[in-house]
């Protein structure tokens, strides 16, 4: 049935004109939730496995509309693992328009709706132009295959004309959830079209239109103990000093492939005084919940907390007493030395029931990427990271840099 839908999607002209941006408000900034949204049977950690292998996938190989079209048909009435914990933007597409839920992801970067079919589908209207192209992605919660239309988005105090998005025709693995907002390198979009062209990103269109002076997300998370809520805040085209504490530091993107096709960086990993992972090549992700180890650095922390594997959760599980002995754990980039307290190494215990765990247990946020270090993607610095550290991704000094916050320390957990 996918290569019939991927064999009727018609060709027509493409519509070419540049974007052109409307603003009303010179401070762009842009509130994000998060929610939960556990299903497939999958634990955190194999959520996040699942994405990073993806991800180490589509930079290590070409992708196509015949393979993209083959994995959806291999896919298809199987259980598809669903992206876990989530934080979603409101965004609105079309004239008149459809407000969509989008996941704010650093590790993708086309911009599609319509995931959800029965609540709130992909909508044609008076402003949406069909460019002919399909366009495809994989993610490791699933995928989406769909059409490519120039139209209106906004979002926050930003509305962008002629900007590229894609409505889904199908998307596996994405139930509850309306679609990606995709801000990572303009990059990740080559060969997700027929043309196989890049897509330009609404940061680069953002860019391009001189809304903003530089193609720069500032990501503002905040621990939270509920399981839904809005704690977070998107700056575009500059960072927001009010929410962070001192200056920010900047970090080169690695050339190491293939964390240098995304947001990656170099970096070093101690526990206490133990140094368990040497510099090596990682990403700093948006989309991934929990901090991705190396297997063999992964190994090293176990040992070294005395945690053990819970198997219902898929995390590290550790006693009242170990946790008062755990040390903190340091990630070094860029030459600076940032602290995970034993507090920020936990996942929230008023949270432990919503991951299938239980009510007073103590749970680790580390997990096992999968493979050893040595593979160019050694870890993922996930939200549980970010939501302790303001993070600004930057595509044009190729930098992503990071700065403390009013809960890098706090014990919220």
Do not use: H
Not at 157 to 171: E, H, K, P, R
Not at 282 to 300: C, E, N, R
């Amino acid at each position: 049935m996918f290569t019939q839908l991927v064999a009727t999607i018609s060709l027509a002209l493409f519509c070419a004109g540049s974007p052109v941006v409307v603003v009303r408000d010179n401070n762009i900034k842009l509130p994000i939730s998060r929610s939960f949204n556990i299903t497939g049977g999958k634990t955190l950690p194999e959520i996040d496995r699942a994405r990073a292998q993806t991800l180490v996938s589509r930079a290590t190989t070409s992708t196509s509309k015949s393979k993209l079209a083959k994995a959806a048909a291999s896919s298809y009435g199987t259980s598809i693992t669903n992206i876990a914990t989530i934080y979603t933007v409101a965004v609105d597409v079309g004239t008149p328009p459809t407000t969509y839920n989008l996941i704010v992801d650093t590790g993708s970067s086309n911009t599609w709706v319509g995931a959800d079919k029965t609540n709130n589908p992909w909508k044609v209207t008076n402003s949406s132009i069909d460019t002919g192209e399909a366009v495809f992605v994989q993610y490791g919660s699933g995928l989406f295959i769909g059409e490519e239309y120039l139209d209106t988005v906004s979002f926050g105090d930003i509305t962008l004309y002629n900007q590229s998005v894609g409505g889904s025709d199908l998307a596996l693995g994405f139930s509850g959830i309306d679609g990606i907002f995709g801000i990572g390198p303009v990059d990740l979009t080559e060969g997700t079209t027929d043309s196989g062209d890049a897509v330009p990103t609404v940061i680069d269109n953002a860019k391009t239109a001189g809304l903003i002076q530089s193609k720069q997300v500032g990501v503002y998370f905040q621990p939270t103990t509920e399981d839904s809520s809005t704690n977070g805040e998107l700056t575009f085209g500059s960072s927001d000093s009010t929410k962070y504490n001192g200056t920010l530091n900047a970090v080169p993107l690695t050339t190491t492939s293939p964390a240098s096709r995304y947001f990656g960086v170099d970096q070093t990993v101690s526990y206490g005084d133990q140094k368990i992972l040497n510099s090596t090549a990682g990403i700093v992700d948006t989309g991934t919940t929990l901090l991705l180890l190396a297997s063999d650095a992964f190994d090293a922390y176990k040992a070294a907390t005395g945690a053990v594997l819970d198997t219902t959760t898929g995390l590290l599980n550790i006693t009242s007493t170990q946790y008062e002995k755990l040390e903190s754990l340091y990630l070094e980039l860029g030459g600076v030395s940032y602290e995970l307290t034993p507090n920020a190494q936990t996942w929230p215990r008023s949270l432990n029931t919503v991951i299938g765990g239980t009510e007073d247990a103590i749970y680790l946020i580390i997990a096992d990427i999968g493979t050893d270090s040595g593979s160019g993607f050694d870890f993922i610095n996930g939200y549980t990271f970010l939501e302790r550290y303001y993070t600004v991704y930057d595509s044009d000094a190729n930098t992503v840099s990071f700065a403390e916050t009013a809960y890098t320390f706090a014990t919220s957990n």
